[in-house]
């Protein structure tokens, strides 16, 4: 079982930014794909970007967010990280981080969801 803690969402301006963090357990991290995926109000969960426990420069953006947010990692806390710049109104949404198993193609654990709202 893996445990993912999230914090740092909140209310922003637009072009201003915000970062997410995404806790975990501490054995299993560099083992797992840490994800990001935002649902915001009547529409379907979309991914955001991905990151390896092992190393953030293996990491993966939607279109939409490319340029704008960058993933991290931090091995000594177990924790992943998305920073987001420039932000827009479209962006609102619930965030959520997820993990799975480096070698899974579905995530498996799914944080609580933060919210974040980009006012304009």
């Known amino acids: 079982q893996v445990q993912l803690v999230e914090s740092g969402g909140g209310l922003v301006q637009a072009g201003g930014s915000l970062r997410l963090s995404c806790a975990t357990s501490?054995?299993?991290?560099?083992?797992?794909?840490l994800g990001w995926f935002r649902q915001a109000p009547g529409q379907e969960r979309e991914f955001v970007a991905a990151?390896?426990?092992?190393?953030?420069?293996?990491?993966a953006y939607a279109d939409s967010v490319k340029g704008r947010f960058t993933v991290s990692i931090d091995l000594a806390k177990s924790t992943a990280f998305l920073q987001m710049n420039g932000l827009k109104s479209e962006d609102t949404a619930v965030y959520y981080c997820?993990?799975?198993?480096?070698?899974?193609?579905?995530?498996?654990?799914w944080g609580q969801g933060t919210q974040v709202t980009v006012s304009s």
């Open positions: 990151v390896s426990g092992r190393s953030a420069s293996a990491s």
């Open positions: 501490r054995r299993t991290f560099t083992l797992l794909t």
């Open positions: 997820a993990a799975k198993r480096a070698s899974e193609s579905s995530y498996e654990w």
